[in-house]
């Protein structure tokens, strides 16, 4: 059961306020106090209310929705905390500022994810919200979050759920307010985009220590076919070992039954791999750098103090979260791949 309401008449408390006439349906999915606060942020985006504009009374509100006043009066208080409402003698309430809420859409938690959304909060003043949200690469989960979000947010930042294609939900978003992160071997024409590439920067990149790699007798590449990560890095890795004459293997998974073998290199995809292979490194007395080399795909705080350090390679995922900073603030168009660098902290 839900309520359909039309705001198009105000009683006498409101009579110098604006009239907002998109629709509001009380459901069961959030509580009332939220679905108000989205109410009139929506009419905020589309322009019913403006800045300046006077919202109607919490006692109007409340007998036109059948709500209690307390109700309103939380869903005002939301909207002032963040910025985008004021009062005059905490008594009648205007718009002070265009909506300042974000919706921050990544595909999984990593540590490297974290290190994007706390340089993306840190950067943004204080009055901006972020909802963050995970879409764990499921398509379907993807387009309800979005197909629920779209007309709510100011902006929105987004890893798209796919590296080759991008999800047809999104053009109902306006592009001037959508950033993309992370992946984009699509055509991003009209968007703005915030990407790594996985395939020539990974060539590129491996060539900076290839002085470092002709020690080894073979290289690895440790990559499930079933991780999310682009899988035409596999090519470009093999491409690099061929041009190179290095001898290489890619190797779906790294048991507990498998053996580290000794002088070689290992390129290692997720993080839980990497304490595999350093475990099953000291089940063999075999240290690395010294008898075995480990570069890890994305750069973890704790690489710093795992073992002498462990190398990583990728992206700066601080930058990124400046980026989009930005771009939030600033609705300036971008459109970069960052650049894929190796830290070397002697681990191979």
């Known amino acids: 059961m839900f309520i359909l309401l039309n705001v198009t008449t105000f009683d006498t408390s409101a ?29 905020i985006i589309a322009s019913e209310l403006k800045v300046g504009d006077k919202l109607p009374s919490i006692n109007h509100l409340s007998k036109q929705f059948s709500i209690s006043r307390d109700t309103v009066f939380k869903a005002f208080s939301d909207l002032k905390k963040r910025g985008i409402i004021d009062s005059v003698h905490g008594k009648s309430y205007y718009v002070s500022a265009h909506n300042k809420s974000i919706l921050l859409l990544l595909d999984e938690y990593t540590p490297f994810k974290e290190v994007l959304y706390n340089t993306l909060r840190t950067k943004l003043p204080s009055y901006y919200k972020i909802d963050l949200w995970f879409h764990q690469y499921n398509e379907h989960l993807f387009n309800q979050i979005i197909s629920n979000a779209t007309g709510m947010y100011s902006k929105y930042i ?13 053009s109902d978003i306006d592009k001037k307010k959508l950033l993309l992160l992370d992946f984009g071997k699509f055509n991003k024409k009209g968007y703005s985009y915030v990407c790594q590439d996985f395939d020539e920067a990974l060539y590129s990149s491996l060539g900076t220590i290839r002085h470092k790699l002709e020690k080894y007798d073979k290289l690895f590449f440790l990559f499930d076919r079933n991780h999310k990560h682009p899988q035409s890095s596999k090519q470009y890795f093999s491409q690099f070992c061929l041009d190179n004459n290095f001898a290489f293997e890619i190797i779906d998974e790294f048991t507990h039954n498998r053996s580290i073998q000794e002088n070689a290199f290992y390129l290692v995809i997720k993080q839980q791999d990497i304490v595999n292979i350093i475990r099953q490194g000291k089940k063999s007395n075999l240290r690395i750098q010294r008898d075995y080399g480990l570069l890890a795909y994305n750069d973890n705080p704790f690489f710093e103090i795992i073992e002498s350090g462990i190398s990583s390679i990728g992206i700066d995922w601080n930058k990124m979260g400046e980026l989009a900073a930005s771009f939030v603030v600033e609705s300036t168009p971008i459109h970069l791949f960052l650049p894929t660098i190796i830290t070397d902290r002697n681990s191979f």
């Not at 009579?15 to 509580?31: H, P």
């Not at 987004?158 to 999104?170: A, D, G, Q």
């Open 15 to 43: 009579q110098n306020s604006t009239v907002m006439t998109s629709e509001l349906k009380f459901d069961n999915r959030t509580t009332k106090v939220q679905q108000l606060t989205d109410y009139i942020q929506k009419s």
């Open 158 to 170: 987004v890893m798209n759920y796919h590296n080759e294609k991008i999800s047809k939900v999104l």
